[in-house]
């Protein structure tokens, strides 16, 4: 990817990726058709930008696979091998496949660009897996072989915009870890502000009780004292 030397981008924006929050965003409002377009065109740069990894997809044997994400409206379906990899959004129906991969949005994206461990993430059972795993691996492999940077291949659709879009995400991404970092930290001293004060309440009941029981004790003990004295 090409930067623009007249721009100084206050951080190093090749190595951002797009922000979950706002990948969701956007799966969720726009409508299949309006989204499989977008994905078309992405696809159509992405074939540009990185064609040795799409040369390797062709070269291995034809499969299809669903990719459901588990926190946005859409199914899609990954086609390779033999012919250009396609990425489809599928409607209600879902075609056979070779191979399921399903997980959250951001755990989906973290694994094509390589920011994760796919088999960490499927122990942990974070990423699930079912139908052929070759298929999987194979496409694992062949994504690992590329620096992938999704951000980077979207925003290049904008042409001479893609420098300050990518600089306006970057900040807007650091804006929303910094207020998600600050009501962190509110709810966590409310948490121990609660936790104190119940803490502090069950501290005055004990004390109270204590001090019935010792209210109580030195009663008995003077009614004891006076049936000796009664008795004597």
Not at 202 to 223: F, G
């Amino acid at each position: 990817m090409a930067y623009c030397p007249l721009v100084r981008y206050p951080f190093d924006m090749r190595h951002r990726s797009i922000p979950s929050p706002l990948a969701r965003l956007t799966l969720r409002v726009l409508p299949r058709m309006t989204l499989q377009r977008m994905i078309h065109a992405l696809m159509g740069r992405m074939g540009q930008a990185h064609p040795r990894l799409f040369a390797n997809l062709e070269r291995l044997e034809h499969a299809d696979v669903l990719v459901e994400p588990t926190d946005v409206p859409h199914r899609f379906l990954l086609s390779f091998g033999g012919d250009p990899a396609s990425l489809s959004v599928l409607d209600s129906q879902i075609p056979k496949t070779q191979a399921q991969i399903k997980g959250s949005l951001k755990i989906l994206l973290a694994m094509l660009e390589g920011q994760i461990d796919g088999d960490k993430m499927f122990f942990t059972r974070e990423l699930e897996i079912t139908g052929n795993s070759a298929v999987i691996v194979a496409l694992r492999n062949t994504l690992d072989r590329e620096e992938i940077n999704l951000l980077n291949d979207t925003s290049s659709l904008f042409g001479p915009f893609a420098g300050p879009l990518r600089t306006a995400i970057g900040f807007a991404d650091d804006f929303g870890r910094t207020i998600k970092g600050r009501i962190e930290e509110i709810a966590a001293q409310r948490l121990r502000d609660t936790d104190e004060s119940a803490l502090k309440t069950e501290c005055d009941a004990l004390r109270t009780e204590v001090q019935e029981l010792k209210s109580r004790l030195a009663k008995m003990e003077v009614s004891q004292k006076r049936k000796k004295a009664s008795a004597s």
